[in-house]
């Protein structure tokens, strides 16, 4: 998505949204934000990101309770095969 030109991600995020998808895939800091900017209401799953609380993708990973949400985002963290 993009296609090199990451400066497009806003554009192509809001997109999405105006074609009401149900769900948005994304990987990578720059479109996780793009998507997380263009909405509060579909969900987004990201993969492959090394960090999400210090990129600031899901601050509630830091602090995870049972009756928070961090907005739309949703993610599962795999270690690196070097610590698994």
């Known amino acids: 998505m993009g296609a090199g030109h ?3 991600l806003p554009a192509l995020a809001r997109e999405l949204v105006a ?7 994304t990987a990578g800091t720059v479109p996780i934000r793009a998507a997380k ?5 579909i969900p987004i799953v990201f993969v492959v990101l090394v960090d999400p609380v210090a990129t600031g993708s899901s601050p509630a990973l830091r602090a995870r309770a049972a009756t928070r949400r961090d907005g739309p985002l949703s993610s599962k963290s795999s270690p690196p095969s070097s610590l698994s």
């Open 6 to 8: 990451p400066e497009r």
């Open 19 to 25: 074609l009401k998808v149900d769900v948005i895939v």
């Open 37 to 41: 900017d263009a909405t509060e209401t």
